[in-house]
C-alpha cells in the first residue's frame, strides 16, 4: 500500500549518527540475523542497539506480532481512498514518481525481454502484480500501459475497491486487450502466486511493513510466481543508515545495506539499482531496485547525494 509522511524527530544529527555507528553483538537471535548491525530510532526519538533490539521489543511474541499487522492495516483504513491520500499529502510527487519508475522499467524491458519496438511487445503476452497497489496509482499510470495484464495486491479493502473501480474499463483509456484482472485484498506476509505467471512483480512504498522474517518469505514464495526471465523491482524510501521505525503505522525503513542485506538472505541478485529524482528534499531518498533470480553479469547503478534519516512517504 502507499505511505505517509511525519514530521521530523528532534533528536541532534549527531546523536543520531551515533545511534546509528553503534556496533552490537545479540546473545539470541530468534530472526535471521543482520549482519550490519547498525542503529536506528523510531518517530518517538527512542534508540535501538540494533535491528534484533528492536524486533524483539516490537513482535518479540505471537500477540505482538499480530498487532503489529493489525494497526499497520488499521492506520491506512481511516486514510481517505485517494492519490493524495495514499502518498501521505504528497499527491504531488505522483507525476515524478511516475517519470522515474517508466524510465526504469523501459530499460529493463529492453535488457531483460529484448523488446525494442511495440510489434515485438506484442508477440509476448506480459503480466505484472503491482504489491501494495493502494488506489491502483501504479497499474493506472504506468503498468497497464506495458502489461496485457496487471493483477493488484492490497490489504485494504476500501483501497482495492477505489482501485477496481478507477480500473474499470469504461474509466481507463488503454488498448483492449491491457486490463486489471485480479484484484487480491490480501497482505504481503499471507500471499502466494501461482507459480510463472508474473513477469515482472512490483513491490512499491509497502516493504517497510514486513517484519525481516516476513520479507524474507515473502520474496521466498513469489519467487515461484516469475515466468523465466521475469524480475522483482523494488521501490522503497531508504534510510541513511540502520533503519528508522514509525510508530504510527508500524512499518520501517530500512538503509541500503540493510535491504542488500535482505536480498541476500532471499536468494535474490541486484541486477539493476537507480535513484528516484525530483522529490522534495524533506523526504526520505528512494532507491529502485531491480531483482533477478539468476545472477546478473553487471549491476547497473547510478550515485545519489546522501540525505540525512528524514522520516517521510513510506509508500
Known amino acids: 500500500m502507499l505511505k505517509y509522511y511525519w514530521p521530523m524527530i528532534l533528536i541532534p544529527q549527531q546523536q543520531q549518527l551515533n545511534s546509528f555507528n553503534t556496533v552490537t553483538k545479540s546473545t539470541t537471535r530468534r530472526r535471521a540475523?543482520?549482519?550490519?548491525?547498525?542503529?536506528?530510532?523510531?518517530?518517538?526519538?527512542?534508540?535501538?542497539?540494533?535491528?534484533?533490539e528492536m524486533w524483539n521489543d516490537q513482535v518479540g511474541d505471537s500477540t505482538k506480532k499480530t498487532e503489529w499487522y493489525r494497526q499497520g492495516v488499521g492506520y491506512w483504513e481511516g486514510v481517505e481512498a485517494s492519490v493524495n491520500g495514499v502518498l501521505g499529502g504528497y499527491g504531488h510527487v505522483n507525476d515524478a514518481d511516475i517519470m522515474g519508475s517508466e524510465a526504469f522499467l523501459n530499460s529493463?524491458?529492453?535488457?531483460?525481454?529484448?523488446?525494442?519496438?511495440?510489434?515485438?511487445?506484442?508477440?509476448r503476452h506480459l503480466v505484472a502484480l503491482d504489491c501494495g497497489s493502494?488506489?491502483?496509482?501504479?497499474?493506472?499510470?504506468?503498468?497497464?500501459?506495458?502489461?496485457?495484464?496487471?493483477?493488484?495486491?492490497?490489504?485494504?479493502?476500501?483501497?482495492?475497491?477505489?482501485?477496481?473501480?478507477?480500473?474499470?474499463p469504461e474509466n481507463h483509456m488503454t488498448a483492449d486487450m491491457n486490463k486489471a484482472t485480479n484484484f487480491f485484498c490480501v497482505p504481503l506476509q499471507e500471499f502466494t502466486p501461482?507459480?510463472?505467471?508474473?513477469d515482472v512483480i512490483w513491490v512499491q512504498w509497502c516493504i517497510g511493513h514486513l517484519t525481516d522474517d516476513d520479507f524474507v518469505s515473502f520474496f521466498k514464495r513469489a519467487k515461484v510466481g516469475l515466468k523465466?526471465?521475469?524480475?522483482?523491482?523494488?521501490?522503497?524510501?531508504?534510510?541513511?543508515?540502520?533503519f528508522v521505525l514509525d510508530n504510527d503505522d508500524r512499518s520501517i525503513t530500512r538503509s541500503d545495506s540493510y535491504f542488500k542485506e535482505l536480498f541476500h538472505q532471499c536468494g535474490l541478485h541486484l541486477y539493476k539499482l537507480k535513484d528516484q529524482k525530483g522529490l522534495p528534499e524533506e523526504l526520505f531518498a528512494v532507491k529502485m531496485y531491480a531483482l533477478t533470480t539468476d545472477v546478473p553479469k553487471k549491476v547497473h547503478h547510478t550515485r545519489s547525494?546522501?540525505?540525512?534519516?528524514?522520516?517521510?512517504?513510506?509508500?
Not at 135 to 162: A, C, Q
Not at 194 to 198: K, P
Open 33 to 52: 540475523p543482520i549482519s550490519m548491525e547498525l542503529g536506528g530510532l523510531d518517530s518517538h526519538g527512542r534508540q535501538f542497539k540494533n535491528a534484533d
Open 108 to 123: 529493463l524491458f529492453s535488457e531483460r525481454f529484448s523488446i525494442a519496438s511495440s510489434a515485438a511487445t506484442n508477440q
Open 134 to 168: 493502494g488506489v491502483g496509482r501504479v497499474t493506472k499510470n504506468l503498468l497497464i500501459r506495458y502489461f496485457n495484464e496487471v493483477d493488484l495486491l492490497e490489504p485494504v479493502s476500501h483501497f482495492l475497491e477505489k482501485a477496481r473501480e478507477s480500473l474499470a
Open 194 to 198: 501461482d507459480a510463472g505467471r508474473y
Open 228 to 242: 523465466p526471465g521475469g524480475f522483482f523491482v523494488l521501490k522503497e524510501n531508504i534510510a541513511r543508515n540502520g
Open 305 to 315: 547525494k546522501v540525505r540525512a534519516n528524514r522520516p517521510g512517504i513510506i509508500k
